[in-house]
Nanobody, 125 residues
């Protein structure tokens, strides 16, 4: 098992930048897909980005392409989501998750087995 732990996030004005990170507790991320999802009250959890740890391939939701960048730090066993040009609609609790989704199914939260506790990102207008 791997336990993702998120840190970072916070409050920023529209147009600003924030970084959220996901560290693995208990073991390395190995062959897991590491996904970032976000959720606002009353809405379903939404896919943001994902990275296949052992290969480094990355994926993005259309809503964040060109603004968010996902990367990994091998030495720290951490996945970083750099968020630039933030908009008020990016406000949400951001969750990190680890799983092994079938090819093409990385946006589906059901294929992720291990979830972090979430971290709040708030973008003011």
């Amino acid at each position: 098992q791997v336990q993702p732990i998120e840190f970072g996030g916070g409050l920023v004005q529209a147009g600003g930048s924030l970084r959220v990170s996901c560290a693995a507790s208990g073991r390395t991320f190995g062959t897991y897909m590491i996904g970032w999802f976000r959720q606002v009250p009353g809405k379903e959890r939404e896919f943001v980005s994902a990275l296949l740890w052992n290969i480094g391939t990355s994926y993005y939701a259309d809503s964040v392409k060109g603004r968010f960048t996902i990367s990994k730090d091998n030495a720290m066993n951490t996945v970083v989501l750099q968020m630039n040009s933030l908009k008020p609609e990016d406000t949400a609790v951001y969750y990190c998750a680890a799983g092994r989704p079938p090819w093409g199914r990385w946006p589906d939260a059901r294929f992720y087995d291990f979830w972090g506790q979430g971290t709040q990102v708030t973008v003011s207008s």
